[in-house]
């Protein structure tokens, strides 16, 4: 339980900061679910293309995800946070007046998958553009992982059965990814949010009460 307890207060204090990089969430529980998913790729190609050696699979799934964890990941967060400040996403969602704050909020979320902005940090933010964020990364990974299997390995003479099966294998990580993302971090929010918050506030000055007790001298 004090897992969750640290991890809240991370998010809490990488909040206040007033920008929220979202490679700072996300890609921990990438390298936390490395050799699960390398694991569950492994069985699913294995189930699909028997007559492929098992130990071929496993390095070739296991080259795919590393370079897919330490290397695509981060590059395609930059892209997308390089699209963002060029769009200005930060503000583009403020220009829509006929809009309620909700779904200005909504929108600005969507624009803001890379990195959220001060003026819309709320904790539930974070968890809907964490899950906005895994469609690119689905995508960007999905490709690297067709590339590595294909052309680096040739797991299979058949290229479209193989890529079939690499984006089924893809779509159960991003599943497991999914699933951890809401279990790790969105459950446990309703238990540990008003713990972080009081570690927040111990570590703020306490100078609220002087001005009050000044003026009560004054006086």
């Not at 946070?81 to 996403?89: C, D």
């Amino acid at each position: 339980m004090k897992i969750f307890e640290t991890a809240f207060l991370y998010i809490a204090l990488l909040r206040d900061h007033g920008v929220f990089p979202m490679l700072a969430v996300i890609w921990p529980i990438c390298w936390l679910l490395l050799i699960p998913t390398i694991l569950m790729e492994q069985y699913i190609i294995k189930k699909y293309l028997p007559a492929i050696p098992s130990r071929k699979i496993f390095w070739s799934v296991m080259t795919a995800n590393i370079i897919s964890t330490v290397i695509v990941i981060p590059i395609t967060w930059i892209l997308l946070a390089a699209i963002e400040i060029f769009i200005r996403g930060d503000r583009f969602s403020l220009s829509y007046n006929s809009l309620s704050e909700f779904w200005k909020t909504m929108l600005s979320v969507t624009l803001q998958t890379s990195v959220l902005f001060s003026f819309n940090t709320a904790f539930w933010t974070i968890f809907i553009a964490g899950i906005f964020l895994l469609i690119p990364f689905y995508f960007a990974t999905g490709w690297i992982k067709g590339l590595v299997l294909t052309k680096i390995f040739n797991i299979s003479p058949n290229p479209n059965l193989i890529k079939k099966t690499y984006w089924k294998t893809n779509i159960a990580s991003y599943a497991l990814l999914l699933l951890a993302w809401l279990s790790f971090l969105f459950l446990p929010f309703f238990y540990f949010y008003n713990e972080a918050q009081n570690e927040i506030q111990k570590t703020e000055p306490y100078s609220f009460s002087l001005p009050n007790k000044l003026e009560e001298k004054n006086d």
